[in-house]
């Protein structure tokens, strides 16, 4: 019959044909909570991937990450680790990973901390507790506990950073802030706080009480959660 030898005759369309359009009419009909999350990836990964299945690198991502958010807070360089993964399917990645942090950023910009602390919560998660490396950052509030800056102050290795108090109150000074919560990730993902991060905490503390700045809380964030000094009477 004619056309029955041309090169894919007979052969069942590949199965993802359509398969986009589906996915994204059920997003659009039920929202996020209606798919999945490596669905949701399979969609992020849309725009690098334009034809083919994304599916297989989208569960590869969360088998090697572990979860949603994960994946998006890894390095670029581990992401590209992943078959399949190049430098603009990690790109896109990271895009989607800094929309994320700016709108949370947003969220607690200019607004009291003390009113919005679940706002922080989520905020200081999301931008440090899947790091590989340890990371110290403060947040300067103004005298109505509003932020006014948020600031990587130090990073260090995979269980420890170097934290100088008299530079963390000089820089408070510098920006006017009356008051700070310092925020630091354990990589080990446990944010129980270790002598060392006890001591450093009292340190600032008094540094920042000898020339008026008040340390509001000292956060550890990890994979495992997240742990108040000043909900542990440490401050």
Known sequence: MAGFDDA????????FLGHRERLKNRFRDG?????????????????AIRRGDT?????????????FA?????????LMEV???????????????????????????DRPVLASWNAILAYVRAAMAFNDIEQFRVLFLDKKNQLIADEVQQEGTIDHTPVYPREVV???????ASAIVLVHNHPSGDPTPSLA??????????????????????????????????????I
């Open 8 to 15: 894919g005759a007979g052969k069942p369309p590949p199965h």
């Open 170 to 176: 000089k820089r408070a000074l510098e920006l006017g």
């Open 55 to 67: 599916k297989p690198i989208a569960k590869q991502l969360m088998a090697r990450f572990g979860t």
């Open 70 to 78: 994960e994946v998006l807070s890894a390095e670029p360089e581990r």
């Open 83 to 109: 078959k399949g993964v190049g430098e603009a399917v990690a790109t896109e990645i990271k895009i989607v990973h800094a929309a994320a942090m700016r709108l949370m950023k947003g969220q607690v910009i």
């Open 197 to 234: 991060d006890i001591e450093m905490t009292k340190k600032v503390v008094d540094a920042g009480t000898r020339l008026g700045v008040m340390v509001h809380d000292h956060i550890i964030v990890g994979r495992k959660g997240h742990v108040s000094f000043r909900s542990l009477t440490l």
């Open 31 to 47: 929202g996020a909570d209606a798919v999945p999350d490596y669905e949701l990836l399979e969609m992020v990964l849309y725009r």
